[in-house]
Protein backbone atom coordinates (compact mmCIF):
# COMPACT_ATOMS: atom_id res chain seq x y z
CA UNK A 1 0.00 0.00 0.00
CA UNK A 2 1.31 3.82 -0.81
CA UNK A 3 1.78 6.01 1.87
CA UNK A 4 -0.78 8.86 1.40
CA UNK A 5 0.71 12.42 -0.43
CA UNK A 6 0.02 15.25 2.03
CA UNK A 7 1.85 18.33 0.70
CA UNK A 8 3.30 19.39 -2.33
CA UNK A 9 6.89 19.30 -0.99
CA UNK A 10 5.98 15.55 -0.50
CA UNK A 11 4.69 15.16 -4.19
CA UNK A 12 7.81 16.35 -6.09
CA UNK A 13 9.63 14.07 -4.24
CA UNK A 14 7.61 11.57 -5.10
CA UNK A 15 7.92 12.48 -8.70
CA UNK A 16 11.51 13.10 -8.53
CA UNK A 17 12.05 9.89 -7.08
CA UNK A 18 9.59 7.32 -9.35
CA UNK A 19 11.30 9.56 -13.16
CA UNK A 20 14.80 9.02 -11.88
CA UNK A 21 13.93 5.15 -11.07
CA UNK A 22 12.27 5.09 -14.34
CA UNK A 23 15.44 6.75 -15.95
CA UNK A 24 17.45 4.24 -14.29
CA UNK A 25 16.06 1.10 -15.16
CA UNK A 26 15.83 2.65 -19.01
CA UNK A 27 19.58 2.89 -19.24
CA UNK A 28 19.63 -0.74 -17.93
CA UNK A 29 17.06 -2.33 -20.09
CA UNK A 30 16.73 0.05 -22.73
CA UNK A 31 19.61 1.45 -23.58
CA UNK A 32 19.15 5.28 -22.84
CA UNK A 33 22.26 7.07 -22.98
CA UNK A 34 23.37 8.00 -19.42
CA UNK A 35 23.48 11.19 -17.85
CA UNK A 36 26.33 11.94 -15.36
CA UNK A 37 24.99 14.83 -13.98
CA UNK A 38 21.54 15.71 -11.22
CA UNK A 39 18.69 14.77 -13.24
CA UNK A 40 16.65 17.42 -10.82
CA UNK A 41 17.68 20.71 -9.18
CA UNK A 42 17.73 20.11 -5.24
CA UNK A 43 14.86 22.03 -4.75
CA UNK A 44 11.88 23.54 -6.55
CA UNK A 45 10.28 27.12 -6.82
CA UNK A 46 6.52 26.95 -5.67
CA UNK A 47 4.42 30.31 -6.59
CA UNK A 48 1.01 31.44 -6.93
CA UNK A 49 -0.13 32.98 -10.49
CA UNK A 50 -1.89 36.02 -9.42
CA UNK A 51 -2.60 37.32 -12.75
CA UNK A 52 -3.00 36.96 -16.80
CA UNK A 53 0.20 38.60 -17.54
CA UNK A 54 2.05 36.98 -15.01
CA UNK A 55 0.68 33.67 -16.53
CA UNK A 56 2.16 34.50 -19.93
CA UNK A 57 5.40 35.93 -18.39
CA UNK A 58 5.76 32.16 -17.33
CA UNK A 59 4.24 30.36 -20.22
CA UNK A 60 7.13 32.91 -22.23
CA UNK A 61 9.49 31.77 -19.48
CA UNK A 62 9.21 27.90 -20.03
CA UNK A 63 8.76 28.13 -24.05
CA UNK A 64 11.95 29.99 -24.23
CA UNK A 65 13.92 28.13 -21.39
CA UNK A 66 15.17 24.98 -22.93
CA UNK A 67 16.57 26.97 -25.93
CA UNK A 68 18.99 28.55 -23.51
CA UNK A 69 20.70 24.91 -22.73
CA UNK A 70 23.01 25.68 -25.31
CA UNK A 71 24.55 28.89 -22.94
CA UNK A 72 23.98 27.05 -19.56
CA UNK A 73 26.69 26.85 -17.62
CA UNK A 74 25.71 23.28 -16.52
CA UNK A 75 25.33 22.53 -20.20
CA UNK A 76 28.87 19.53 -20.76
CA UNK A 77 28.92 21.43 -23.89
CA UNK A 78 29.00 24.66 -23.09
CA UNK A 79 31.21 27.27 -25.01
CA UNK A 80 29.51 30.97 -24.68
CA UNK A 81 28.83 33.25 -22.01
CA UNK A 82 26.04 32.90 -20.18
CA UNK A 83 23.43 35.32 -20.82
CA UNK A 84 20.90 36.34 -18.14
CA UNK A 85 17.68 37.69 -18.23
CA UNK A 86 16.48 41.09 -16.93
CA UNK A 87 14.10 40.34 -14.01
CA UNK A 88 11.64 42.84 -16.13
CA UNK A 89 11.30 39.75 -18.57
CA UNK A 90 9.74 37.33 -16.62
CA UNK A 91 8.58 39.91 -13.73
CA UNK A 92 10.53 39.97 -10.35
CA UNK A 93 10.27 36.61 -9.29
CA UNK A 94 12.95 34.02 -9.41
CA UNK A 95 11.85 31.29 -12.18
CA UNK A 96 13.12 27.93 -10.95
CA UNK A 97 11.13 24.66 -12.68
Same mark, same amino acid.
Given at each position: ???????????????????????????????? /??????????????????????????????????????????? /??????????????????????
Amino acid at each position: MMKQIRGLGQYISWFKRMTTNEYIRGVKQNGW /PRFNGKLWQRNYYEHIVRNENELNRIRQYIMDNPLKWALDREN /PHHDAQVVRESPEQYGNELCMI
